[in-house]
T-cell receptor, first 112, second 113 residues
């Protein structure tokens, strides 16, 4: 299994909603990442987990809350988002911190 | 400050010919470079990488060249195929950054049949 699986693929939410994005990998990778990508822009790193501990937080607003329940799962909890947070949210994993990234297909988020 | 630059937002090439995608970087600490390919509505897929101790790495139809003195790398695809049409991102990293990737803005490659 060489996949990174993200759910849901599409999410529409209002600014007062609470929702979560989920990411799963079964490659035994010990580093997992959340990226945000706007149209025609490169992916921007948000969070990095290494061995289930938050390693990097790239000054992301607190309305985004990551969680790594175990080595295979990575969640991104969303609360009180703004319309400008609409983007493609990409999860990635790598065998170790800084290894080659394997990306999921992304979750397309629209905030109304 | 954009540390990794892909100055050509788009490139069109005839099927069977060579595609050359270029990438420039400014941070001399970068010591590992990667190319990712992205189709619409999908996440980026790792394509090929090169360490700064090499100047060339080849994998099938894909070859990456690194010119450290010019802080320039390029991805050659030969022969180009219509299925190669995608956005190509150059990325760079160095050991002191915990290996976090800095991505370029991408080049849309269109291979014409």
């Amino acid at each position: 299994d060489t996949e990174v699986t993200q759910t849901p693929k599409h999410l529409v939410m209002g600014m007062t909603n609470k929702k979560s994005l989920k990411c799963e990998q079964h490659m035994g990778h010990r580093a997992m990442y959340w990226y945000k990508q706007k149209a025609k822009k490169p992916p921007e790193l948000m969070f990095v987990y290494s061995y289930e501990k938050l390693s990097i937080n790239e000054s992301v607003p607190s309305r985004f809350s990551p969680e790594c329940p175990n080595s295979s799962l990575l969640n991104l909890h969303l609360h009180a988002l703004q319309p400008e947070d609409s983007a493609l949210y990409l999860c990635a994993s790598s065998p170790y911190l800084g290894g080659e990234l394997f990306f999921g297909e992304g979750s397309r988020l629209t905030v109304l | 400050d954009q540390q990794v630059k892909q100055n050509s937002p788009s490139l069109s090439v005839q099927e069977g010919r060579i595609s050359i995608l270029n990438c420039d970087y400014t941070n001399s600490m970068f010591d590992y470079f990667l190319w990712y390919k992205k189709y619409p509505a999908e996440g980026p897929t790792f394509l090929i990488s090169i360490s700064s101790i090499k100047d060339k790495n080849e994998d099938g139809r894909f070859t990456v060249f690194l010119n450290k003195s010019a802080k320039h790398l390029s991805l050659h695809i030969v022969p180009s195929q219509p299925g190669d049409s995608a956005v190509y991102f150059c990325a760079a990293t160095f050991s002191g950054s915990a290996r976090q990737l800095t991505f370029g803005s991408g080049t849309q490659l269109t291979v014409l049949p």
